[in-house]
């Protein structure tokens, strides 16, 4: 400790902001495997090269990009490959090993493993929360003025789940477009700050990415259900069979190799992909204003705080400490949520910005770092809003969206504490 006044407040980490004492008593998250962990290494290591290309020259840092995506194709081309043949072997063992049981056997389980590996159509979960137009009809307009805004079309569907982000996808075989809204992270936002999330989720179809497009994407998945299927599933467990041991030992060889693609490819995205969330917070500004899509990055910092605090209502609600009963619980969930994100103080912020450089904060292993995106965004040319939401139309939409609100607030309390 340096000996600077540090104020108390027992809501938040008490710190020192002259010599940053106590800046992160938490500590970073360890990645959950080895290939997160390097995800989350190379990352930020695109993450850095590019805000330094970006801030040099906003038009900069495409001309690498078109090598790389021309080896990601290739290489998801090959991947894509190894299914086809699976698929056509199995049959071709199958017809003409018709006298064989073995052949016919060996036929099945190739084919069978090409249909587990086939590239999918993204589908929409069953227990997803659908907002269709006529449900919702102001919001699906401020969409439409964001996308028109961003240069691109509205959304076929909005989604809507208790999740602290938000994201967009395509699904069914007309690439329809779905806008996917966690509360979480909507309800802790002012109205400005949605259309500036808005204006950031829609940027993406207007900057295209590989990772999210069809090819790549299902390469990315099969190379994912590889992994799956040749990892062992006894692995943990200290007492090995002999046969076992065995089979570890050659299903090793085929993993690392399959592991390797998988790098390959990831490595190959991952700087395209990095380079779009960069375009889509430029077009968040645009939108919403450069004030408001930097306040947006705050947010993201808080994020955890705002599971965590979901998590504490939902396990009170749970285990009826204090007398409290789920469905009074879910009763003002998302206003307990605004008021909490509302009263966080700028101290708390400038902490969380300040652990954010030393840890390098993303949303996920594959965004570039938070203290990043919200400097390129406050470097650029200062924007004003293009699109502006005014209270009424901000209590319209609440309004259209006040049913989807209290049944995903039970579910948070009926199932984050489990
Ligand atoms: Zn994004």
Known sequence: MCGADIPCDDRFATWCTACDWNVDPGGEEPARSRFEATQRRLAHRYGEQLHAELLAGPDAASAKGDRSGALARAVALAVHGVTATLAVGGVLLMVLGRNSILQCALGIILLVTAVVLRPRFHR?????????????????????????????????????DGDCNAFVTTYGIKGRRALHIGLGLWEALDPQERVALLGHELGHYANGDLRHGFFIGTALSSLNHWLYFLTPAHSLHRHRTIPEIATDALMAVPRWGVYGIALLLEGLTLRSSQRSEYLADRAAARVASTAAAAALMDRLLIGDAIRSALRTESVRAQTRIGGAAPRAAADGLWERIARRAATVSEREYERRRRVSALRGHSVDSTHPPTHLRRHLIEAGEPAEAAVVVGPEAAAAIAAEMAAVRATIARHVIRDLAG
């Open 124 to 160: 929409l979960p069953d227990t997803a929360q659908v907002l269709l137009r006529a449900d919702a009809p102001r919001l699906y307009e401020l969409v439409d003025d964001v996308a028109s805004a961003v240069g691109t079309r509205g959304v076929d569907i909005v989604v809507v």
